[in-house]
């Protein structure tokens, strides 16, 4: 069956000591308070390795928070996805509506990016989600069926089956207004039906399907109770460790 996962998502946040300081408190904390979740920590790049020196990845996953559409070469400032695995993180997040929003990713470039973090053995967290005015217009299911097709379709069942996905209203991204947990239930149970459909249900009851904006420990619980609601990406909240372990905790 499919794993919770609670997974924070640092963004542009701490300097490399800060960082270590936060992660060896959550790692600590995750130690006096076993976990009934996987918890994962997607990190800035340049926090990846003194992480990772520092923390049990048995009790706290280490991610990255993107990686490069090419494997190395001439690409100025750009960090491969075998870099990111030589670091010792175990995750990816690809297609953060930040990245496709600041930085023109689109499918085509996500559908490289997921290749390479594939082959590296880095777990990929795909994020999907809808804008505000596709929220209202109510596109907002063929939006995300649409990022989940052309992003991922292209896989293999047993590649497919190594993805994490990651609903994340934009709209709700930072904004402190949360999808409510019926609208979350609602869009997760809908993109499980679109992978059934490629995929079959045995897959789709296997993908795991986090949730991710404006989560904190006051809404968590209600969210992960609904049955296709598989876990968090956590922004803001992921940045103090009492509230993401309070997080952690409404599983
Ligand atoms: P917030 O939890 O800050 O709304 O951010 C969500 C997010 O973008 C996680 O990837």
Redesign the pocket.
Known sequence: MRKNIVAG?W?MNTTVPEGVALAKEVNEALKANKANCDVVICVPFTHLCPVAAEIDQTVLGLGAENCADHKSGAYTGEVSAPMVASTGAKYV?LG???RRQYYGETSETLREKVALALENGLKPIF?IGEVLEERENGTYNDVVRRQVEEGLFNLSAEDFGKIIL?Y?PVW????GKTATADQAEDMHAFIRGVIAEKYGKEVADNTSILY?????PSNAAELFAKPDVDGG??????LKCADFMGIVSAF
């Open positions: 998502n963004k997040i953060h509506s930040e994020c990651a994340e709700a991204i930072g904004t991710g904006g404006s989560c904190k990406l956590i922004g803001g909240a992921s």
